[in-house]
């Protein structure tokens, strides 16, 4: 079944929709074929680990990178709604230092792929959500890094709820961008 990717204004990170079937039963759709991911994305994509999360409306997530242990990403969401983004931090694209964010939800079946070179975050934009997604590599701590959501420099548009949003530790102390080191890829 082939998949649908449209690119973004960041052409390597792409919007995958999948072919739903649904009657008066419900629906299906198969959420990940590794043939056709990776004819789609235009080399071999092995993942190494799934990740599952949950978190409340205004939880803001990211923007998280590995930079030693770099991960491509596939994110989707099974529950509510994100406002789901990737960060270009390859010195050598010609995208470098831009962002892209798109809407993901339970209901659009929606999926981002994110290849290894960018930071990721996403925002809750539903009252709880449930993001799932795969990852080209392990989490590595030692290798983790965090850029801070609202650095000026990439100034992303963030959804706004008129309310400050709830971060962890670690994202409220994030790096800046000039701060930030980058993949050289």
Not at 1 to 27: C, H, N, Q, S, Y
Not at 85 to 99: C, E, H, Y
Request: aromatic share 12%; proline share 5%.
């Amino acid at each position: 079944m082939p998949i649908i990717a449209t690119p973004t204004l960041i052409p390597e990170v792409l919007v995958i929709e999948p072919k739903v079937f649904g009657d008066d039963r419900g629906w299906f759709f198969e959420s990940f074929n590794e043939n056709d991911f990776s004819a789609t994305v235009g080399e071999p994509v092995t993942f190494a680990q799934d990740n599952h999360s949950l978190s409340k409306q205004g939880v803001l997530r990211g923007l998280h990178y590995q930079l030693e242990n770099a991960q491509g990403k596939l994110v989707r969401v099974t529950r509510g709604s994100v406002y789901d983004v990737a960060v270009d931090l390859r010195i050598n694209s010609q995208t470098f230092g831009k962002w892209v964010g798109v809407e993901l939800s339970a209901t659009n079946k929606k999926q981002l792929w994110i290849p290894k070179g960018f930071a990721h975050g996403f925002m809750v934009i539903s009252d709880m959500a449930e993001l799932q997604y795969k990852a080209t590599d392990y989490w590595h701590a030692d290798s983790e890094k965090c850029i801070n959501w609202c650095d000026s420099f990439l100034n992303i548009q963030w959804p706004d709820f008129g309310v400050a949003p709830v971060l962890s530790q670690k994202d409220s102390v994030g790096l800046s961008w000039e701060d930030s080191p980058k993949f050289n890829i």
